[in-house]
């Protein structure tokens, strides 16, 4: 499954940090969702307008567990997923996150899944409480608690 994500929309929707400027909330959008799907097993794109439509052709950056797309000159981030869809050889594996109405509507008719951004946050949200703790319990065997009460209760002696 890959997923394509229409990053403004996803952004707005979350509406993080209100005195943020539009890039600063762009790179916490893309820090957060990186960190969120560290263990995805998908492919999952987030896909923006560029701001600087100097390029032909798109732009893209891998992080660890996101590719991060800025779309080319005289493309919107909405067509560029439509044409991401179109040419695809399987649209039916990718999965397009948006809450516009009419991208929703392209993509579905071209084969593609669609998901909300809200159903998108908490699918996400639902995965890291699966998320296994890297951090492993230690606990002492009663044996070892016994033998340490001896050695406590042995310098407790000495000190009186």
């Known amino acids: 499954m890959h997923y394509l994500i229409d990053g403004y929309n996803l ?10 400027s539009l890039e ?6 893309i820090q957060a969702l990186n960190e969120a799907l ?10 923006f307008d560029s701001s600087q439509q100097i390029r032909d052709y798109a732009q893209s950056a891998e992080l660890f567990s996101l590719e991060v797309i800025y779309a080319p ?3 919107t981030a909405d067509e560029y997923i439509i044409e991401l869809v179109q040419l695809s050889k399987n649209p ?13 509507r392209q993509c579905e008719h071209l084969g593609a899944k669609v998901l909300s951004t809200e159903d998108f946050i908490a699918f996400v949200l639902k995965k ?15 044996a070892e ?3 340490l009460l001896e050695i406590f209760e042995k310098k407790a002696k000495k000190k009186k």
């Open 38 to 47: 560290t263990s995805f097993k998908s492919e999952v794109s987030i896909v």
């Open 24 to 29: 600063e909330k762009r790179t916490s959008i």
């Open 145 to 147: 608690i016994e033998r």
């Open 92 to 104: 039916k594996i990718k999965t397009v996150v948006t809450s516009d109405s009419g991208l929703a």
């Open 73 to 75: 000159r005289g493309q």
């Open 128 to 142: 890291m409480k699966k998320k296994p703790s890297s951090k492993k319990e230690y606990k002492e065997s009663p």
């Open 11 to 20: 952004m707005f929707r979350i509406q993080q940090g209100k005195f943020l």
